[in-house]
């Protein structure tokens, strides 16, 4: 039975929301994987950063999936092969761990794009697109935690800790996959096929210089996108992964026997404050400035100096304290980050044009943070913990030093213009012109 229309885009959250869960079970499994095998730390946390090997093709070919073959078979087909890769990932043997891993990221790449499209689209005209991203923001959220934390209490109370986990994961997406079965299709074809159908006919979208498709990249090409998100991209995702990867099993002797529901409440402890914090990146957001980037990249900073104490001095209550401060910075910088992508992003992309987004692309730079932990293991032989911490406190600062130099640079032309020049200033006085901004892609 099809879900009602004021419903209807409840299972879409469920399918985000269940990818999500998906990427995240690792956290808790790897503090089980490292208990009851021989793998190294290196090779757990290459385990976990080969999602993004698969993440980063998924999120820049999601849209363009959804728009060809649209948003229903799309999200589904993703969901079947997370299922799959969370079968693969109860195979108790390192090839099987790599390849679920990848196929995971892939899985949930396509859902983070095609799913938050049809949520939205199904939310309806009378929903404000304010709220439908809203509501996109918390289904992930909420996957993102609920996967850490699932994982951690079945593979702490209940037989099979590295199986059970994993087909429980499965068995969501079984479940979602039925409870979409009955959703309509959003694709938006029928509005692309008269536009096309206009230009053919040598109407108004047909004439020289007009109905050009938007550039769905124009944001990244833009000097602001390089010189004040870009900076602060990779502190998104680093944040949270040295939150709830990386400082966990530093005190790991610390919960003896608990391990793993540690790790599963600091995961979603991390995220929870994540999602709380990105209301107030908005709060904070200033068209004038970086005000809300700024504030987000030294929260970022004082989250990883308080891990480094943490580390230095193996204390539980640190660890949960810096896990507060650094999912507040996750939030924070990933909101701000979104904000100025939205600016720097003049009109909205055309449904005939294929190809990645401003927003997909923005989310592969914020992804590589995914990388944290990889390269903190392969540096950990030559230096202590607190002291790679402090070391990516050090790279931080020097990003917020050019991101504020930068803070008020580089406007998006018809936002907020930078000062007139003497020349501008005398050429309105006289002829009573618009004020002149610099071109978009102007350094």
Known sequence: MPPSRTARW????????VAAWGANQFTALATVYRARTDWSALSLAAMFSVYLVGLVPGLLLGGPAADRYGRRRTVR???????????????????????ARLATGFAAGLVFLAGTAWLRELSGPAVPPERAARRAMYATGTGFAAGALASGVLAEWLPGPTVLPA???????LLVLRATR??????PEARAGVRAGTRAAGGPESAPGRGTPPHRTAAVRHPRFRYVVLPASPAVLGAATVAYVVLPPLVADRVPGYAPLFSGLVAALTLATGVVAQPFAARLDDADSARATLTAMATVIA????????????????????AVVLGTGYGLTLGAGLHEVERLTRHAPDPRASGPTSASLYQSTTSSGFLTPLLLAGTAGHASYPALLAGMAAVGLLCLAVTAAHSRRHLPAGEHPEPPTREDASVQSVASTPPRSRPPWAE
């Open 167 to 173: 087909l429980a994961h499965a068995l969501g997406c």
């Open 77 to 99: 087909g993703a969901l079947g092969l997370s299922a799959a890769a969370s079968v693969v990932l109860a195979l108790p043997d390192e090839p099987s761990v790599y390849a």
């Open 182 to 187: 009955g959703l309509p299709e959003t694709k």
């Open 303 to 322: 989250g990883l100096l308080l891990g480094a104490v943490a580390a230095a001095r193996d204390s539980v209550g640190l660890v949960v304290a810096a």
């Open 10 to 17: 409840l299972p879409a959250a469920a399918a985000v929301a």
